[in-house]
């Protein structure tokens, strides 16, 4: 009798196990008040939306539908001219907007109209993420403007043969995200050239937002036969609404929910109604969510179905015991059975270590399954469907290693405090060693933008194929975490401000010659990225902290996480403020501009911070004096450089090559970016400076007295006898940067 009570609470366990709510929401049944009609044309309207606020129908205005019967069949319309196709129990699927532009042979304009949908604040919708917006055309790009929001697509191709079936890629076809909570948008359309190298098989550019999963991109098909596929997109691709009651109220104000349900606050503002676990019904009306009688499916019980409130209970008929809810889960007891008493202990010791173990494994599965699904719905809010997407086309399979969390949690022994070799503003850079004993470096970040993932991933695949001799490579990501992690190539030799500044005089082998090498491979660097790469790129945040020196004291660029990738159109960009206080350009400051000049500026105080030894800010100088670039250029200006340079420099520079890094340092510094040269030009003048330098080696060996009369008196140095002092991992901000300034404004992607 005690063996058959244990396997009948082994068999109510997991019948309360299997009974726990889906994460699945459960579709409410479509029930209006009654009296009032629920149905138009194909259309359901469920309550708290219907026909007529004056009868009691909708719940207010804003839930307020018409029908329009002059239609065959009759079109559900909410305000004046929207149709509406599908209500659901958070969504609602209306008709879209497509804006386009039609040319010529030669590029005239023969027809357009442009796209734009809006409500009013008090309504309860809002456009949902599982829209995007969608640029079609090769010679188009297209704005999509709403209330604090702005962004952009462009589609580029010049042969049809180009454009690939079956997936937006940006040629013929482009597609970006919208923010949550996005209430009414417009859709502005230009052309780069008038489509007078494409009208032959692309005569139209068209702009429009629309659910992802209902829209397919057939290829250049779609770009001749442009009407064609208008009219197939206005019929199959809707737009995706989320509705919520209540506006900007929560559920600690709600008064709609009936009996047998309860309310759900909605990420955008405002809740939802649901139905409990066990009940079905509109949970907006009397007398609220009714009982469901699970016994009525025969599949949920083999035995004695008994339906209660919200659930039910399943046992095995008389003289059966199991588990009823399978059709073979019940056995039948055999009759006058005698176990003796050590079988019957067993028995009983048996089952109760089948409870525990069913129960422990039943929570460690539920704790395996919740890590599972936290993990996937970072990956997807991280960008990565749209990675793979990305990857899907020619040539890009390669272009970047996506890590899972396990690789990088053993990596870096399950991010270790040990392995920490960088500490900033922007996160912390661990150490890690991979199964084929490759070492990296794997910055966490702690900023993240989740409206931001595909520019993410764009960015990422561009920054992947930066190939460079004295740029830090990025090897790969891992988008599982809630902020990606990035992974680059590990550079062993800390930084270039460590080694001028971890001692007076800087580090032994800092010679002028190898200052002159460094500066003129770090200008190097920056101007492959300025107008050499796939997409000019400007690095936004260079300092001596983000210049890293290999074994080799090869000279590294890092920290892409400031970046900003420039259209190729495009000359500058309005940006969110950052940099580094004492290396950040004032007129980039000042007016939010962003320009590869920027960068230019920041170089310059680096070139400042090599040839005197000073750090950026020092509160010990005079308050003019604090600034390095200030202090620099004002002693250029009163012919004082030999004064701020630091000693080893005036003994093994000449006087030639010091004023003419001066002199570039001070156009560098200059406060109008136009007046800076490029970086391009400030690298070819450091090379001629080191190649002059190799070629007239003589130049170094100055008298004693010139020595002296340069260095004004210091006393001499003993950098030669000392050696190189290792560093300690707290000291390194290679990757993580130092500290930061942001000024938060409108920022158009």
Not at 418 to 438: M, N
Not at 492 to 517: C, D, K, P
Request: net charge negative; aromatic share 10%; glycine share 8%.
């Amino acid at each position: 009798m005690l063996l058959l009570y244990t396997f009948v609470l082994v068999t109510l366990l997991l019948t309360m196990v299997s009974s726990l709510p889906s994460p699945n929401d459960k579709f409410q049944s479509a029930i209006g008040k009654q009296g009032c009609q629920t149905q138009c044309g194909s259309v359901t309207i469920p309550y708290p939306f219907g026909i007529g606020v004056e009868n009691g129908c909708s719940l207010d205005e804003s839930f307020n539908m018409t029908c329009n019967s002059t239609e065959n069949p009759p079109k559900l319309v909410y305000g004046e001219n929207i149709e509406v196709y599908n209500i659901s129990d958070f969504e609602v699927r209306i008709s879209t907007s497509i804006g386009y532009t039609c040319y010529n042979q030669e590029g005239n304009v023969t027809q357009e109209t442009d796209a734009w949908t809006m409500f009013p604040t008090t309504s309860p919708f809002t456009f949902s993420r599982k829209n995007k917006f969608t640029v079609i055309g090769c010679d188009d790009f297209a704005f999509i403007t709403g209330t604090n929001f702005t962004s952009g697509c462009w589609g580029i191709c010049s042969g049809e043969n180009e454009v690939p079936d079956g997936y937006c890629s940006g040629i013929g076809c482009c597609q970006t995200s919208i923010p949550k909570g996005l209430k009414d948008y417009r859709v502005r359309l230009f052309t780069f050239n008038n489509h007078t190298r494409v009208e032959s098989f692309n005569p139209c550019g068209m702009a429009f937002l629309g659910e992802e999963d209902s829209f397919k991109f057939l290829g250049a098909s779609d770009l001749y036969n442009y009407t064609e596929f208008y009219d197939r997109t206005l019929s199959v691709v809707p737009i995706v609404l989320d509705w919520v009651i209540g506006g900007n109220r929560s559920c600690t104000e709600a008064t709609e929910c009936k009996g047998n349900s309860s309310c759900e606050d909605a990420e955008i503002g405002g809740y939802h109604c649901i139905c409990n676990e066990g009940y079905e019904g509109n949970p907006y009306l009397d007398p609220g969510c009714q009982d469901i009688n699970e016994c009525e499916d025969k599949s949920r019980c083999y035995g004695n179905c008994i339906n209660t409130q919200g659930s039910y209970s399943c046992t095995c008929r008389p003289g059966y015991i199991g588990n009823a809810t399978t059709a073979d889960g019940c056995q039948r007891v055999a009759k006058d059975s005698k176990f003796p008493a050590m079988v019957f202990t067993i028995a009983l010791a048996l089952g109760l270590l089948a409870i525990f173990s069913t129960v422990t494994g039943i929570c460690f599965g539920i704790r395996k399954r919740k890590l599972i699904k936290l993990r996937e719905k970072f990956f997807e809010q991280n960008g990565g469907a749209f990675l793979k997407q990305k990857l899907k086309a020619p040539g890009t399979s390669d272009a970047i290693t996506i890590f899972s969390t396990e690789q990088l949690q053993k990596a870096t022994d399950n991010y270790s405090e040990e392995r920490i070799i960088g500490r900033g503003g922007y996160g912390v850079v661990y150490k890690g060693i991979l199964p084929d004993k490759h070492v990296v470096a794997i910055k966490k970040s702690k900023l993240v933008d989740g409206t931001q993932s595909e520019q993410f991933i764009n960015e990422v695949l561009i920054l992947t194929q930066v190939i460079h001799r004295n740029v830090v490579k990025l090897l790969g990501c891992c988008l599982e975490e809630e902020v990606p992690v990035l992974v680059y190539e590990f550079i062993s030799n800390n930084t270039l401000f460590y080694h001028i500044h971890h001692r007076s005089g800087g580090m032994s082998w800092l010679s002028w010659q190898n200052r002159l090498r460094i500066a003129a491979e770090a200008a190097g660097a920056l101007g492959y990225l300025h107008s050499q790469a796939t997409m000019p790129i400007i690095h936004r945040d260079v300092k001596s902290t983000n210049i890293l020196l290999d074994d080799n004291y090869t000279t590294k660029i890092s920290d892409f996480g400031a970046s900003r990738l420039v259209p190729l159109d495009h000359d500058q960009v309005t940006t969110l403020v950052q940099g580094t206080l004492g290396y950040l350009d004032p007129q980039y400051f000042n007016t939010s501009q962003l320009t590869d000049k920027s960068d230019v500026y920041s170089f310059g105080v680096v070139l400042a911070e090599l040839i005197t030894g000073q750090k950026p800010l020092c509160a010990d100088r005079t308050n003019q004096e604090k600034n390095l670039a200030t202090y620099f250029v004002k002693s250029m200006k009163e012919n004082r450089l030999y004064e701020i340079v630091e000693p080893r420099v005036l003994r093994e520079g000449t006087f030639e090559q010091l004023q003419a890094v001066g002199e570039l340092v001070k156009r560098c510094l200059k406060l109008e970016g136009d007046d800076r040269p490029t970086m391009k030009e400030v690298a070819m003048e450091l090379e001629g400076l080191r190649k002059f330098t190799a070629t007239y080696p003589s130049v170094q060996q100055q008298t004693h007295e010139e020595s002296t009369s340069l260095i004004l008196e210091v006393e001499q140095s003993d950098l030669y006898s000392v050696p190189l002092i290792p560093y300690s991992s707290n000291e390194w901000e290679a990757y993580s940067g130092s500290t930061h300034m942001a000024f938060q404004e409108n920022e158009p992607r």
